[in-house]
């Protein structure tokens, strides 16, 4: 199969601002073209935009507004994982010969309409992501005998890897007393066991193995990829302290990459709650059933930050559409040894575990230097 | 006919395929398996408790009604039990979203 690079990145800052998305969109793609000197707009064949925002034909908008005539330009959502949805299009594209060059851009403003879905009406007036969160936090609690306190060292740790994240929403130090004195929104759940909802954009550059020397001397392979997605409606997910969809795509992701567990030593998980991040760490294999706050909390007496090292979703900050992207970009980082103060010790191969609704739907990538 | 018109009414209604023998749920006017149309039926509402939580001082339970079809809806009196016995005692539409009220027996 043909190979595909990352050969480019912009990013914009998350923050709690009203800007309008075709700008939110324009940020991060002009600090793409800032960071890639010999990048021109001639050059891209195909400008995909990762959204979920009602506005329509927003990538040939960001196409008018940046300069670029593409052959390919158009829109993708899939709520919280439309980013790598999106760089698997683009993936796609080049590996089909289609194209060599493709601009990936993720925007989403703090009044994202992607935050509820409408369709799930077997949650009833439950509709918000808080409530599936707490179902999920209630069966894995009492499944594997983890406290609150326990849930709550993930949010400790990633709202503190994200101190070190220029980009991260802006925050005060937390301590585990404040996520445990949080509002509490449900019996389950606390406010600081959340991501919070952020105006934010992240744009990628995909290249085919033929031009990919034009804009990097160190790309970063996209060497593995599994999606599933078993259902839209949380309440068909047939176990509650698990993410099906995410164990498949994992699955087929080491599978394309003839890689393991073993290999990976940088990953961003889909913590949009802070249970979600040992329940991803057992999916995607890392850690036994139950046992993923242990590697959480080892990772906090060792002092790493391989897990989340941007501070995740809880850290960071959640743009819907940029956020799978904005993931991918720290991989890329961490192995171009490019992430500053979050640089993790001479990482080779990472992962990207980005998912939608009530983890209905996953992706994983695996990237290699 | 549709399931939200017939819950506006009170009625807690499913669609079922008689050629695969199940029910289709989100209910939906084709079967997901065969294609072919589905027929509407009540529901018995009787289910039991797979899950829950409480907001402020309310239960919300995820059911499972039927042995077959999972929904989240409130629980007014008693402190559920995963396993627990449950019945829809009550259903309608409120702001637009299904509403349904259980009952542990």
Redesign the interface.
């Known amino acids: 199969m043909p190979k595909v690079a990352i050969v480019g990145y912009g990013l914009t800052k998350f923050s709690k601002e009203d800007i309008e998305i075709e700008n939110v969109l324009m940020n991060s793609t002009r600090d793409l073209f800032k960071n890639s000197p010999n990048l021109q707009q001639k050059d891209i064949d195909a400008v995909l935009v990762s959204t979920n925002n009602n506005s329509k034909y927003l990538s040939a908008i960001l196409s008018e507004m940046s300069g670029i005539q593409p052959r390919i330009a158009h829109s993708i959502e899939s709520l919280c994982n439309s980013g790598t949805n999106s760089i698997v299009s683009g993936y796609s594209y080049i590996c089909s010969g289609l194209v060599d060059l493709v601009l990936i851009s993720g925007a989403e403003r703090y009044d994202s309409p992607g935050q509820v879905l409408e369709w799930d009406q077997l949650r009833g007036e439950f509709k918000h992501p808080i409530f599936w969160a707490s179902i999920f936090s209630k069966s894995y609690k009492r499944k594997y005998s983890v406290t609150e306190e326990d849930l709550a060292l993930v949010s400790v740790k990633n709202h503190k890897q994200s101190k070190k994240n220029p980009n991260a929403l802006p925050q005060k130090s937390i301590s585990l007393e404040d996520v445990l004195n949080s509002k509490k929104l449900t019996a389950d759940l606390r406010l600081l066991d959340c991501s919070r909802p952020c105006t934010g954009g992240a744009s990628i550059l995909l290249a085919s193995e033929k031009v990919y020397k034009n804009f990097t001397d160190v790309p970063v392979w996209i060497s593995g990829i599994g999606q599933k997605t078993t259902s839209a409606s949380f309440t068909k997910n047939l176990m509650f302290d698990e993410m099906e969809s995410t164990k498949q795509a994992a699955t087929r992701a080491f599978h394309m990459s003839k890689r393991s567990q073993n290999d990976i030593d940088v990953m961003e998980l889909h913590d949009a709650f802070s249970v979600c991040e040992p329940m991803a760490l057992e999916s995607l294999g890392f850690a036994s059933a139950g046992k993923g706050m242990e590697l959480v909390k080892e990772e906090i007496l060792c002092q790493s930050s391989k897990i989340n090292p941007r501070g995740g979703l809880i850290g960071t900050g959640h743009p819907l559409g940029a956020t799978g992207i904005a993931q991918t970009i720290e991989i890329v980082q961490q192995l171009e040894h490019k992430a500053e103060k979050r640089q993790v010790d001479n990482p080779l191969t990472g992962l990207v575990h980005n998912m939608s609704a009530g983890a209905t739907s996953s992706t994983v990538l695996v990237l290699e230097r | 006919m549709n399931?939200?018109s017939e819950l506006k009414k009170g009625n807690f209604m499913i669609t079922e395929c008689d050629r695969c023998k199940k029910i289709v749920?989100?209910s939906s006017i084709f079967c997901n398996q065969c294609f072919n149309e589905t027929r509407w039926r009540k529901s018995s509402g009787v289910g039991k408790v797979?899950?829950?939580?409480?907001?402020d001082d309310k239960w919300?339970c995820?059911a499972e009604i039927e042995d077959s079809?999972?929904?989240?809806?409130q629980i007014d009196f008693g402190t559920p039990k995963?396993g627990d016995k449950i019945h829809i005692v009550k259903c309608g539409v409120?702001?637009g979203?299904?509403?349904?009220k259980m009952e542990i027996f």
């Open positions: 399931f939200n749920w989100p797979i899950e829950f939580s409480k907001k919300f995820l079809i999972k929904i989240i809806g995963v409120n702001i979203n299904m509403h349904v």
